[in-house]
């Protein structure tokens, strides 16, 4: 199984959700290929927010290796799973979808809404990890069903 998760900078969410989702996989012996990119390039090569890697730490994921890297069309070939964090995300990458096939990869990360970036609400980085926790538990939970 391969998962890509997808915010806009690629140094908040997505590499939160990229983190959660591998460490919970090994915890449970699965050898999935997770990784993370961002809609857009402001980041490519940077680590992640250090309030991210704060947060993730605060719960055991170590995601301080991570490099931010731009969406590419060539992930719609490489990953079974492009996970997107908002509509915007969602719009973007869709519009680099090349195939029918290349479409039904992406979906939103929460089925029922939007993870919100926490980039601006230091405040916000704890609810943020909960909820990508949360998810990540149910996408192993609902993927290892299929």
């Keep these: 199984m391969k998962i890509l998760m997808v915010c806009l900078g ?3 969410r997505s590499p939160l959700a990229h983190g959660v989702l591998a460490h919970l996989a090994e915890k449970q012996g699965l050898h999935w290929e997770i990784d993370s990119a961002g809609t857009g390039d402001w980041h490519v ?11 993730a730490n605060k ?6 290796q991570q490099r931010a890297q731009f969406f590419i069309p060539e992930f719609f070939d490489r990953y079974d799973h492009i996970l997107v964090m908002d509509e915007n995300n969602y719009r973007d990458v869709l519009a680099q979808a090349r195939t029918e096939k290349d479409r039904k990869k992406v979906q939103m990360f929460l089925a029922d809404g939007i993870v919100p970036d926490p980039y601006f609400d230091e405040n916000q980085f704890e609810p943020v990890y909960q909820m990508i926790e949360a998810r990540c538990q149910e996408l192993i939970r609902d993927l290892v069903k299929k």
């Design 10 to 12: 690629n140094i908040c």
């Design 45 to 55: 090569g940077q680590g992640p927010d250090r309030r991210s890697v704060a947060v």
């Design 59 to 64: 719960y055991g994921v170590d995601i301080s």
